[in-house]
């Protein structure tokens, strides 16, 4: 079944530029298979999602549809049909005084989520 990955800009230059990927992978597969396939295509990314002993890294969010996989069971999440994944590493930073702030919405495509 074909699941479309949502990377965000500072995963997309592992993917060749591509900030949207669709891999195929099994029908009952979970968020592990899915970053499995997604490392054999692109290591990098998979190397800048999980960490040496197989866990998210620590300032990765993964959302699984709208939901983020730390609260639906991190690698064992389990991909529906249809479903789209989303790695977005955390980013720290921050506007000055006076400077206009960032809404997630700005950043993150919403209707790809949804």
Do not use: W
């Not at 669709?22 to 295509?41: F, K």
């Amino acid at each position: 079944m074909p699941v479309t990955v949502t990377l965000a800009s500072a995963l997309a230059k592992y993917s060749g530029g591509q900030r949207h990927v669709t891999i195929e992978v099994d029908g009952d597969v979970t968020l592990a298979g899915v970053i499995d396939a997604i490392g054999a295509r692109y290591p990098g990314v998979k190397d800048r999602t999980v960490d040496d002993q197989g866990a998210i890294r620590r300032h990765v969010n993964v959302f699984v549809g709208q939901e983020n996989v730390r609260f639906t069971g991190g690698l064992d999440t389990p991909i529906p049909v249809g479903a789209e994944v989303a790695i977005l590493p955390a980013v720290s930073g921050g506007a000055g005084p006076g400077e206009e702030r960032c809404q997630l919405a700005a950043v993150v495509d919403e209707h790809r989520l949804a």
